[in-house]
């Protein structure tokens, strides 16, 4: 059962649709989209309307299964070669929309693999094989996120205080979240922890989303600016820093919404653990070490404009707004899996990216 208020990401069948939160309105507004465009589907994840790695993997897979039921139902494709050159059209478009998180191309492979898997069925037996994979990705990422909550909370004791940065949330998977499933296992089983929440400049996911999902839930958090980061550490308010994460490449180095790796500093600087919780599927043995990583970079009116009544920034300055950056794995003290909590050496080469 969800336990929030609120559906991330969902397949409406009747209307055949892709429905979602929008995040951008959060928490002011509480909005769901229906979408069933490709066009619709890559804005949405492309303006963060939906984001966080595990929810735009599934987002994807719905959107792509949604966009090849309307191809079916609108006008019958000749033959499997015409339907092919829709899928793979769509899946080109939809993977397009974000460079840095694995899951993304995760979950379209895996509806790729299905695909062809089914090339000599009739059109509809495809369509409902798409539609049962999007549907799994879905339920998984929930008993991943479970999992990676009970092996999470194996690491807390009541009274513990948290950092956290940006959204690892429900609002990020498709329930419990990465980062944050650890929180929600512990608020179930009665343990108190005080989280501290970074507001994650520029989009402010933390402010926005973190607090609002974790103060809608119970917990008690406090939200910070991320240059408080280092005070709260030092008045000794911090147990152990708890955050997510958008790809793992085969040494362990993680990226993750910008900011991280800062934090990774100041916590080895102050002795605190350091935990990335990620499923397997953000690994991305693919890319030997961090510096493979492409990171995505975004507009400079995020960082000029965006929250403000009037610009703050001197029109036509330069600005650099990288969405994210790579924690080095030595900063990592253990990866917290839905196959249990991995300490270092890490080395995910032999792990396959496609299972
Ligand atoms: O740009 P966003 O909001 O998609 O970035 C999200 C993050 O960096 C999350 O920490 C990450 O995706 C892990 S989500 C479980």
């Not at 690491?155 to 929180?183: D, E, Q, R």
């Amino acid at each position: 059962m969800n336990p929030h208020p609120f559906e991330t990401v969902a397949l409406r069948d009747d209307p055949c649709a892709l429905v979602i939160i929008d995040q951008t309105l959060l928490p002011l507004e509480t909005k769901y989209l229906t979408l069933t465009t490709a066009d619709e589907i890559r804005e949405a994840i492309k303006s963060l309307r939906v984001r966080g790695a595990p929810a735009i993997g599934i987002a994807a897979a719905i959107g792509l299964y949604v966009r090849m039921y309307h191809a079916l139902h609108k006008k019958k494709p000749e033959n499997f070669a015409e339907f092919e050159r829709i899928f793979t059209e769509t899946k080109n478009y939809l993977s397009s929309s974000r460079p840095t998180a694995v899951n993304l191309n995760w979950a379209l492979e895996k509806m790729s693999g299905v695909f062809y898997q089914n090339r000599n069925e009739p059109a509809d037996k495809i369509l409902s094989a798409l539609r049962d994979t999007a549907v799994r990705i879905k339920e998984e990422d929930a008993r991943v996120c479970r999992s990676i909550g009970e092996y999470g909370a194996e690491l807390l004791k009541p009274g513990m205080g948290i950092l956290t940065h940006c959204n690892a949330g429900a609002l990020a998977t498709s329930m419990y979240g990465t980062a944050l499933a650890p929180v929600y296992v512990c608020k179930e089983r009665g343990v108190p922890l005080r989280v501290f929440a970074d507001e994650t400049r520029p989009l402010l996911q933390g402010a926005r989303l973190t607090a609002y999902e974790l103060y809608a839930a119970g917990v008690d958090v406090t939200l910070i600016c991320d240059n408080m980061a280092s005070s709260v550490m030092q008045k000794g308010w911090i147990d152990a820093v708890f955050v997510g994460c958008d790809r793992v490449a085969a040494n362990g180095d993680a990226a993750n919404k910008i900011g991280t790796s800062g934090v990774a500093v100041l916590a080895a600087a102050y002795g605190i653990p350091f935990y990335v919780c990620a499923p397997f599927s953000t690994i991305d043995p693919e890319t030997p070490d961090g510096g493979g990583i492409v990171i995505e970079e975004r507009d400079s009116s995020e960082v000029t404009d965006k929250w403000y009544a009037n610009p703050v920034a001197p029109r036509g300055v330069k600005v650099y707004n990288p969405a994210f950056d790579v924690t080095p794995a030595k900063y990592i003290s253990a990866f917290v899996t839905e196959r249990g909590i991995l300490y270092p050496p890490y080395d995910f080469r032999g792990y396959t990216f496609r299972e």
